[in-house]
Each structure stands twice: as structure tokens, then as C-alpha cells.
């Protein structure tokens, strides 16, 4: 069964850092890339960060510099390090093996993240 859960998710005020973890199980973790999203109500979810099954990780342009995204292959876990946080930030953050999301499979509850002063 393939499923993914994610959390560390909070309030923090801008500027702050909350750092994510996703398990991965029933999945063919260290052959997978894997990857974030993230979607506020309303909107589409969009790709935050992947990295590869060689450990090569990938941003988009809007957090580069500021999120870390890191892969334990003896746990299956993968990481998402947010410094620097900023309003913009606030919505629900996903993981997900890029395969799976391409065809919208296997998504979890996701955990919040909320940057308020």
C-alpha cells in the first residue's frame, strides 16, 4: 500500500524556519524522486522542491535559498527545511514521489503551515 504522511507543520511568524518530514512507505523509495507541493484553498498544487533518487535536489525560483529539501533512504523519509518563512508561504504542504503525483495518485492529508505574525 503505498501511502505518504506527512507533518511538522505550526504557525511561525515570518522570518522563522519549521522543517517538514514525509514517510514514505510502499514505495521503491531509494529508486524514487522525491518531491513537495503545496496548494492553498482554491488553488492549484504546485511543486515546491524534488530531489532524485541520487540525492540531487531541485527548487522552484520563489524558494530557492531558503528551503532545504533532504532524503533519508534507511528510514524512507524525506525532509523539507523552511527558513526564512514568509506569508506567502501559508498553505498545505504535500509529499509524493514525482510518478505518483503526475497522475494524481496517493496523496495525503498533508500538514499546514501557517507564517502570521
Known amino acids: 500500500q503505498v501511502q505518504f504522511v506527512e507533518s511538522g507543520g505550526g504557525l511561525v511568524q515570518p522570518g522563522g524556519s519549521l522543517r517538514l518530514s514525509c514517510a514514505a512507505s510502499g514505495v521503491l523509495f531509494s529508486a524514487s524522486t522525491m518531491a513537495w507541493y503545496r496548494q492553498a484553498p482554491g488553488n492549484q498544487r504546485t511543486l515546491v522542491a524534488f530531489i532524485t533518487n541520487t540525492g540531487v535536489p531541485n527548487y522552484v525560483e520563489s524558494v530557492k535559498g531558503r528551503f532545504l529539501i533532504t532524503r533519508d533512504a534507511t528510514k524512507g523519509m524525506v525532509y523539507l527545511q523552511m527558513n526564512s518563512l514568509k506569508p506567502e508561504d501559508t498553505t498545505v504542504y504535500y509529499c509524493?514521489?514525482?510518478?505518483?503525483?503526475?497522475?494524481?495518485?496517493?496523496w495525503g492529508q498533508g500538514t499546514q503551515v501557517t507564517v502570521s505574525s
Open positions: 509524493n514521489t514525482l510518478r505518483w503525483a503526475t497522475v494524481g495518485k496517493y
